[in-house]
């Protein structure tokens, strides 16, 4: 059995528990992650000196996937708002460093290229940003579009978030040493939150340009779930699973989807290769990615944009399928979810992700189908653990439920969400064949954004997977 240890980016359940839930899918692999309570989250940094003591502590570790910007900030929210030094933070890096040195273990590295956000919400971003959060992007625009310089931001503002800027990207061209060293088996730079213009896309260039040279240095559009898609690579890039990519609106595929500076097409590419898979066509294919994507624009539910349904029939492909439900950004295509559940023979279904942005749920649901795929002894019983989840998650809450109740700061209650699930939990329940269940939800970050879904004392069975077990 290989051991693999993940430091992830917070405690956030897509970051902290579904890596759990995808490795479960085989019985080849045990996961080690430090102590949830050592994770940052939305408003406190991770405990670094505990997390790397936890890491040096390990023995014979086979796989290590590493939040670079947990270790060197302490969380990926913090690497936007800690004011520590970059010598301070160096120091940090190079202990991590001498730790891996130590090791043996295969290294799978990620850091985030500083995102930019269009708005001026500073939930997860440095105070002034309620003030001047669209002045900054708009002037981050400008100067990559343009070479325009001239902004109305206070000259102390742009100074500080110049500063902090640069002392990111100082960090990050230190990682490319560290992997020429040989510290890094692969090195991800991801573009968090990306448009097509701004100066995280000029980052990202000067990145590729300095690592072009360096094998299995990458620069990717995404972020949460890079830690997903390298432990795909690290359990699949010798098991050569090929993955032929449908579309159910074919003629859209060079569409931009928000938060995203690449199309639909190179995003998906993007994060098969990334993950240890390998594109086919479909005679060849062992499994088809249906990608249910957006015909004009993509849609946001969090922000009440909804694109067009799905109003076609969904055809099932005749062998192991996955899909990606990107035609909203946040949130399942209702549509498109209660055709799908209508159907009660999906015995080669491998799995369903509608989650955030492109990237989020195209990276989770080819690591989730690659890892029980390629399972020599796959786990049906965690299998079915994790669509619930989604199910419950992607579809129930993100494009349900949440739109419902986070007008009123009142429903932020345990108590409101349980009774607001009741309906889809039951729905999920039913068609899932559950008949024995404990299911409760939590607010993990205290806002409406995300849900923590803990399910137990489960006995399903399922039609289209025709299995009985009990937990």
């Not at 590295?109 to 900054?136: L, T, V």
Request: proline residues 3%; glycine residues 4%.
């Amino acid at each position: 059995m290989k051991k693999i240890a993940l430091i992830p980016i917070d405690n956030r359940p897509v970051c902290y528990q579904l890596p759990q839930q995808i490795v479960s899918l085989s019985d080849e692999y045990k996961l080690f992650l430090p102590d949830r309570e050592l994770m940052g989250g939305l408003v406190k940094s991770a405990d670094c000196d505990s997390v790397l003591n936890w890491l040096d502590s390990l023995k014979e570790i086979d796989i290590i996937v590493i939040s670079l910007d947990t270790i060197a900030y302490g969380g990926l929210i913090p690497s936007r708002r800690t004011n520590d030094s970059f010598e301070v933070i160096k120091n940090k890096v190079l202990k991590l460093a001498d730790i891996l040195q130590k090791n043996n273990a295969k290294v799978f590295a990620f850091s985030s290229i500083m995102r930019i956000s269009n708005n001026n919400n500073n939930e997860e971003e440095k105070e002034y940003w309620k003030d001047y959060g669209k002045k900054i992007f708009e002037y981050s625009v400008n100067l990559h579009k343009t070479g325009c310089k001239n902004s109305n931001i206070p000259q102390n503002i742009l100074d500080d978030y110049l500063e902090t800027r640069k002392r990111n990207f100082q960090i990050n061209k230190l990682y490319i040493d560290l992997k020429k060293q040989g510290i890094f088996d692969t090195l991800v730079f991801s573009k968090d939150d990306c448009s097509q213009y701004g100066l995280n896309v000029m980052e990202a260039h000067e990145l590729e340009q300095l690592s072009k040279n360096i094998k299995n240095v990458y620069i990717k559009t995404g972020a949460d779930e890079i830690p997903l898609v390298l432990l795909s690579r690290a359990l699949n890039s010798n098991k050569h699973i090929k993955i032929h990519p449908v579309y159910t609106n074919p003629d859209s595929i060079n569409k931009i989807s928000k938060y995203e500076d690449i199309s639909v097409e190179e995003s998906v590419k993007s994060q098969i290769e990334l993950s240890g898979g390998i594109i086919a066509d479909k005679d060849n294919a062992d499994l088809i990615l249906l990608v249910n994507n957006f015909k004009h624009q993509q849609g946001e539910l969090v922000m009440d944009i909804h694109e067009p349904l799905y109003k076609k029939d969904i055809n099932i492909p005749d062998k192991p399928y996955f899909i990606a439900d990107i035609l909203n950004a946040n949130g399942s295509d209702n549509s498109f979810i209660n055709t799908l559940l209508k159907n009660d023979n999906l015995k080669e279904f491998y799995g369903y992700s509608a989650w955030n942005t492109t990237g989020n749920t195209l990276g989770s649901a080819i690591a989730s189908a690659l890892t029980y795929y390629g399972a020599k002894i796959p786990n049906k019983h965690a299998f079915c653990m994790l669509q619930l989840t989604r199910f419950l998650d992607d579809w129930a809450y993100q494009a349900n439920v949440r739109g419902h109740i986070r007008n009123n700061p009142e429903n932020l209650s345990q108590t409101v969400l349980k009774a607001k699930m009741d309906h889809y939990e039951k729905f999920l329940l039913k068609k899932f064949g559950v008949t024995d269940y404990q299911i409760n939800y939590s607010f993990p970050w205290k806002r409406f954004f995300e849900i923590e879904i803990s399910i137990q004392k489960v006995y399903f069975k399922i039609p289209f997977i025709d299995i009985l077990f009990y937990e």
